[in-house]
């Protein structure tokens, strides 16, 4: 998504300059011939390869690439999606198989995926979907389940009474919409409860001061669900700011719960500053799209949509070694 934080390790990031080309190593996956050594050619567009879950989610398509022994060209649009559309007619004239897109925006892509259907090929999209559910298949995240765990767990550390205040993500977007729509299901489950939604835009600095400016204005909120995992940062300084800090199991401390299970995210449970996240893995995201684009090559049947489900992360298992954030970091 794009909603997580910025990874600035050189080594680990894909630049949007140069597209890496990863070629697996097994013949596990029949060729339609676009490569000179007969292996099946496959662009990877990712809208931005700027945050940990994008990087991990491409990290997951070359391990999938290898295992199938498929060829994958991995591109980062740098949240442009102009430079999709622009992705889009060079890997079509360089001949690929199939595309497996990131769309940077749902609405903007839809003349990409008439494009790469226009030139006889298919298109797989991942974590999120182009408008009109124009992709031959599309793989991404429960984000209505995971807002509703989320009020859940949230529920329960607020005792089931008080005020929550919600960071969404930005209005309208598709994660936003959804996490939203399934936080409201899962909090009217509460009646004692009741919910204050602030559009964010899914950024930190936006967080810190909806944090501050809500607190000011009502300080009885007791509970925090925050529509990403990047946002929590600023909430967290938010908190500091206002003397509002204290750890779980401390006097005082506010419950607040995210999503992704970004490594950060993780290390803040560890701490006791934030209470839980909901886990969203792009490894395994993103070896389901290479797969089913493979498939659909292939000329076998699949699932239209496919969502990838949500765990719940909190201080009991967040040093589970199979979570994303913890398989990124080490």
Known sequence: MKTRRKFLVAAAALTAATALTLTGCSTGASSTGSTDDGKTKIAVLLYSQGFEFMVALGQGIKDKADELGVEVTILDAKGDSSAQISQIQDQLAQGVDGFVLSPNNSDELVPGVQMIHDAGKQVVTVDSIVTGELADAAVAYNNELAGKLGAEELARLMDETGTALEFEGAKGAYHATLRGN????????????????????????????????????????????????????????????????????ESGHIPLVG?????????????????????????????????????????????????TEPSLITKENVDDPDLWGNVFTN
Do not use: C, Y
Not at 190 to 219: E, G, K, Y
Not at 282 to 301: K, Q, R, W, Y
């Open 182 to 249: 399934g936080f409201k299901e899962g909090i009217a489950e509460f009646p004692d409860i009741q919910v204050i939604s602030r559009d964010a835009q899914w950024t930190a600095d936006n967080a810190l001061a909806i944090t501050v400016d809500n607190f000011t204005a009502d300080p009885s909120i007791n509970g925090l669900f925050s529509h990403n995992d990047e946002m929590v940062r600023g909430i967290v300084s938010g908190l500091d700011q206002i003397g509002k800090s204290a750890k779980v199991g």
């Open 259 to 307: 999503v992704d299970g970004t490594p950060l995210a993780l290390d803040r449970i560890r701490e006791g500053t934030q209470d839980a996240t909901m886990n969203q893995d792009p490894f395994v995201m993103g070896a389901l799209a290479l797969s089913t684009m493979v498939d659909i090559l292939n000329g076998e049947t699949v699932e239209k949509l496919q969502l």
